[in-house]
């Protein structure tokens, strides 16, 4: 029987863990991540979970020995944060390039220096174009709902991708709220065991991964990797509808989005940002505001189609980012004028950068944002980024 | 010690693949391999190694391999000897990491160490050719006091990591130092690693024509005039106790005499400098004889 336990949103990650039993985990800690690494290995030694518990020395490690596991055909896990993610960056490729369907909570935590615990979208989004799927999650039901789904996307043999689920630092990490988890077998309809039909390290069918490969071939094993994500935009709206009948939730598909079938501004955040501007929304409609919000809760594959769609009734967008590539603006602008560029609703987007290292974004904040909005679609142009709270 | 006639006749490195001319690593693995069977899982980080597979789609190892980066060989090793405990298959398969000199020396010297702390179940094999292959022969810390590297183009000023010692004080079951010279001695080395549970850390002496060089048809001939002369001792460690092996042991037993070292350094161009710089010859017989020493010491003679 499922049951409903008080966890934070890291224990939440280790709880799908459990669920979903890995062969193999391997893991090293860094703040905010730390306890999903100790509730696992309370989970291991308790005899709750059966994964063989890998306490490697360090993040590269830890890719690397779930790329040694994932390769024997295994289903396999592994968590992080900033540091520990920038660490992976050259194991992400591997698992990514491999083709090996890792499963990976990410905590959303800023990159030093100075050394800051706090949320900031910057660690996953430079991680953009490693080859793994990226989900974000906005409460700690939603994120052991994802890891289960993620499981389920990635080890679809026409998927056979990695995939990360990234959490708010401390808001969702450390926050503990009711949540539903269930034990391995009453998923397993949902969720059968992984059988790697591709390849995998057995001696009986001796087969090698990795080695050189040159122009004539590289290219095309780029683009088979493309493919992987354009199936695995085809099973997100599948694995999403079976998960609600399984287990009767669902957190939104490619976007959850709220009141924006007459909105005239649309609001975009990630995360927990995204959760807060649904608040936002509906106290600006009490006022008689046509505002809605939309929380991209997929960002690869990079829901283009439905980013267009929701453009073709508003006026303007505005693109909240708890993110920065210096020099430019946030990941999510970037992205969502790019899919904008490439149909016929090209509606002003006004980009914003607020809530860098932590610092607060409150429903006040979002509603401001919105009101900025309005004085967009009514130019019928953005103005530059918004710098949201910058003292100076 | 196996005779010649009792090696498998199973080959596991094919016709055709891709080492230069006279490598030493390739008369290593085969005799690796030999003595593990082809029930043997492979990985192999960045190194001459993931060339001499040959190219894809193809590969000149008929085991599987997992091609890993370059400082992981330790780490992806401890995921796939999880998987294989997970599977139960533990026993029944053996798993070898194959790094060269650099991805053990170097950049991989943290995994490896943490592998080893963990008790990870496999053999890690070093395959020391003394410098980085694949790049073209820049300096490792296994390259010895003296010898031209592209990154050390008037002589290597630092003496090399005593790595195998390293490892055995990790306090792994089994250490052992070889050279590619003596293929029955890597035969018998594996095949009593095979049956040992736990870390076991072999390293290969490689002579390398490519980055010694020396001509290709000379790389038994170089292997073991560095045994000879002593610059390269071979031992094991089983347990708590170290052992001289083969050619060493007579040399520490004194029942034959080292020979000049000159002898083993001569004929390699990248110790032209060496040659002419006797303050730096000196210092690299004074590292070769605190080696000695301190292997003696371990052994006990
Ligand atoms: C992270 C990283 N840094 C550098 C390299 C480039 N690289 C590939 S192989 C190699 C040297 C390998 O030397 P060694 O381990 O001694 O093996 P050998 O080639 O001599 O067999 C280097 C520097 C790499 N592949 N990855
Ligand atoms: S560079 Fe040396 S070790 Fe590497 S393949 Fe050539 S001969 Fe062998
Ligand atoms: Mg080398």
Redesign the interface.
């Known amino acids: 029987m499922p049951k409903v336990v008080s966890v934070s949103g890291n224990h939440a990650a280790a709880w799908a863990a459990r669920t979903a039993e890995p ?2 985990i ?1 893991a090293y800690p860094i703040t905010p991540q730390t306890t999903i690494v100790e509730k696992i290995a309370d989970f291991v030694e308790g005899g709750e979970l059966s ?2 518990y ?5 993040e ?3 890719m ?9 055909g ?1 289903r ?1 896990f592994t968590a992080t944060s900033s540091h520990g993610l920038a660490l992976m960056h ?2 992400l490729h ?1 698992a990514g390039r491999a083709r090996l369907p890792i499963v990976m909570p990410v905590v959303n935590r800023a990159m030093g220096p100075p050394w800051n615990i706090w949320t900031d979208h910057t660690d996953s989004m430079s991680q953009r174009d490693t080859g793994w799927i990226q989900f974000y999650a906005s409460n700690n039901q939603e994120v052991y709902d994802t890891v289960l789904m993620l499981f389920r996307l990635s080890e679809d043999p026409k998927v056979l991708l990695p995939s990360m689920v990234c959490l708010d630092a401390f808001i969702l990490s450390h926050t503990f709220t009711p949540t539903t988890v269930y034990e391995h077998k009453e998923i397993r309809d949902f969720l059968p065991d992984y059988k790697a039909g591709h390849w995998k ?3 009986k ?10 122009p004539e ?1 590289y290219y095309e094993l780029s683009y088979a990797i493309h493919e992987g994500f354009e199936a695995a935009r085809k099973l997100i709206p599948r694995v999403v509808r079976e998960f609600e009948k399984h287990f009767g939730r669902s957190h939104g598909g490619f976007i959850d989005t709220s009141r924006c079938e007459d909105a005239e501004v649309i609001l975009w955040a990630m995360g927990t940002m995204g959760e807060e501007a649904t608040l936002a929304v509906e106290n600006l409609r009490q006022q008689g505001i046509a505002a809605g919000s939309a929380r991209l809760r997929v960002f690869r594959p990079f829901p283009v189609e439905q980013i267009q769609k929701l453009a073709s009734k508003a006026k303007a967008f505005v693109v909240v980012d708890r993110s920065l590539s210096y020099g430019h603006t946030g990941g999510q602008a970037t992205e969502i004028r790019s899919a904008l560029y490439r149909g016929n609703n090209r509606i002003p987007v006004q980009g914003v950068v607020a809530g860098l290292g932590g610092r607060d974004v409150t429903q006040t904040d979002l509603e401001k944002l919105i009101q900025v909005g309005f004085d967009v679609a009514d130019k019928g142009e953005a103005g530059p980024e918004i710098f949201y709270g910058l003292k100076r | 010690m196996v005779k010649v006639k009792e090696l498998p006749r199973e080959e596991y490195i094919e016709r055709g693949h891709a080492a230069c001319g006279g490598c030493g690593a390739t008369i290593a693995i085969r005799h690796a391999l030999k003595a593990l069977g082809g029930n043997t899982i492979l990985t192999v980080p960045a190194c001459c190694m993931s060339v001499i597979q040959g190219l894809y789609p193809k590969n000149g190892l008929s085991i599987p391999v997992l091609n890993t980066a370059f400082m992981t060989s330790g780490a992806a090793a401890s995921g796939i000897a999880a998987g294989l405990k997970h599977l139960g298959k533990d026993k029944e398969i053996n798993l070898m990491a194959w790094a060269g000199d650099g991805g053990t020396y170097d950049i991989g010297i943290q995994a490896l160490s943490g592998a080893a702390e963990r008790q990870t179940n496999f053999i890690y094999t070093c395959y020391n050719n003394a410098a980085y292959g694949n790049t073209g022969m820049q300096r490792s810390g296994a390259t010895p006091y003296g010898s031209y590297s592209t990154t050390t183009p008037t002589g290597k000023r630092q003496h090399r990591k005593p790595m195998a010692r390293i490892m055995a004080e990790h306090g792994i079951p089994y250490t052992g130092v070889i050279s590619a010279a003596y293929p029955r001695l890597i035969y018998d080395t594996y095949k009593k690693a095979k049956d040992i549970v736990g870390t076991r850390f072999i390293e290969i002496h490689i002579p390398c024509p490519t980055g010694w060089r020396y001509p290709t048809w000379d790389t038994v001939n170089m292997g073991k005039l560095a045994v000879e002369s002593g610059a390269w001792i071979m031992w094991e460690r089983e347990g708590d106790e170290y052992r001289f092996l083969g050619r060493s042991k007579l040399i520490a037993e004194g029942k034959v005499q080292r020979k000049p070292l000159i002898d083993w350094i001569k004929p390699q161009g990248r110790f032209r400098f060496l040659l002419k710089d006797p303050g730096m010859m000196a210092e690299y017989e004074r590292g070769i004889e605190r080696e000695w020493e301190i292997m003696k010491r371990l052994v006990g003679c």
């Open positions: 062969a193999v391997a994964s063989q890998v306490r490697v020395e360090s590269h490690s830890a690397a020995a779930c790329i040694g596991a994932s390769a024997l295994l396999t050259e194991m591997w390290l057995d001696p069918d001796p087969m090698a991964t990795g080695n050189i490969a040159g071939y």
